[in-house]
């Protein structure tokens, strides 16, 4: 089985990478995010590989960091997940927003990526709850949030609430971060647009 490479990048297509290894280019099926990441043609490059192998292919999947490699193979233990949508949703969210958006149980914000109709986002948000921290990718602001909120899952007012600022612009750190301090204080039976309000002056604050 092949984990990592190491190599020089040879060529960089819309959705792959080739990575000329010694003299042999191994062809990996990328994220977009892992895309952008790599350096130009030509350049040293690594990528953590996940290899799957079938009866009728073998296919190498790469990914610039660990973290999104886990992310990955936790994905694809989701009935309906396929290699495809998998990196689908790693190309649309960071591996922190999809901490966050596990977290808060935000299947709208899973479903922003192409091919997650509403139905695969709330079995992805139900089956990964509570199997997210373990990949060591959550950020600080969701954190906060599970802490204030006492058991790391949100009900729909302070989902909609922490959504509501990302939409806005806000960072989901920022806006998990400020909805975390509101919580904190005032309860979790705040409605929502009460929260969007105090969590918008926390973050003027």
């Given at each position: 089985?092949?984990?990592?490479?190491?190599?020089?990048?040879?060529?960089?297509?819309?959705?792959?990478?080739?990575?000329?290894?010694?003299?042999?280019?191994?062809?990996?099926?990328c994220?977009?995010?892992?895309?952008?990441a790599?350096?130009?043609?030509?350049?040293?490059?690594?990528l953590?590989?996940?290899?799957?192998?079938?009866?009728?292919?073998?296919?190498?999947?790469?990914?610039?960091?660990?973290?999104?490699?886990?992310?990955?193979?936790l994905?694809?233990?989701?009935?309906?997940?396929?290699?495809?949508?998998?990196?689908?949703?790693?190309?649309?969210?960071s591996?922190?927003?999809?901490?966050?958006?596990?977290?808060?149980?935000?299947?709208?914000?899973?479903?922003?990526?192409?091919?997650?109709?509403?139905?695969?986002?709330?079995?992805?948000?139900?089956?990964?709850?509570?199997?997210v921290?373990?990949?060591?990718?959550?950020?600080?602001?969701t954190?906060?949030?599970?802490?204030?909120?006492?058991?790391?899952?949100?009900?729909g007012?302070?989902?909609?609430?922490?959504?509501?600022?990302?939409?806005?612009?806000?960072?989901?750190?920022?806006?998990?971060?400020?909805?975390?301090?509101?919580?904190?204080?005032?309860?979790?039976?705040?409605?929502?647009?009460?929260?969007?309000?105090?969590?918008?002056?926390?973050l003027?604050?």
């Open positions: 089985m092949i984990g990592k490479l190491k190599g020089v990048i040879d060529a960089l297509g819309d959705d792959t990478a080739l990575l000329d290894v010694n003299g042999v280019c191994y062809e990996a099926h994220s977009g995010r892992t895309l952008q790599l350096p130009s043609v030509g350049e040293a490059a690594t953590h590989i996940e290899m799957i192998v079938r009866e009728d292919m073998i296919r190498l999947y790469g990914f610039a960091t660990q973290g999104e490699k886990n992310w990955f193979k994905l694809m233990t989701v009935q309906g997940v396929g290699s495809r949508v998998a990196l689908a949703i790693l190309s649309t969210l591996p922190s927003d999809l901490s966050s958006a596990i977290a808060l149980q935000d299947k709208a914000m899973v479903g922003r990526a192409p091919g997650v109709g509403p139905k695969l986002a709330q079995r992805l948000v139900l089956e990964l709850k509570g199997k921290p373990a990949l060591g990718s959550i950020d600080a602001g954190i906060g949030l599970q802490t204030a909120l006492g058991e790391g899952v949100a009900s007012n302070v989902a909609d609430a922490v959504s509501a600022l990302v939409n806005l612009g806000y960072a989901q750190a920022q806006a998990s971060g400020a909805v975390a301090r509101v919580v904190a204080k005032e309860g979790e039976d705040v409605a929502t647009e009460k929260l969007i309000r105090l969590g918008l002056r926390e003027s604050s």
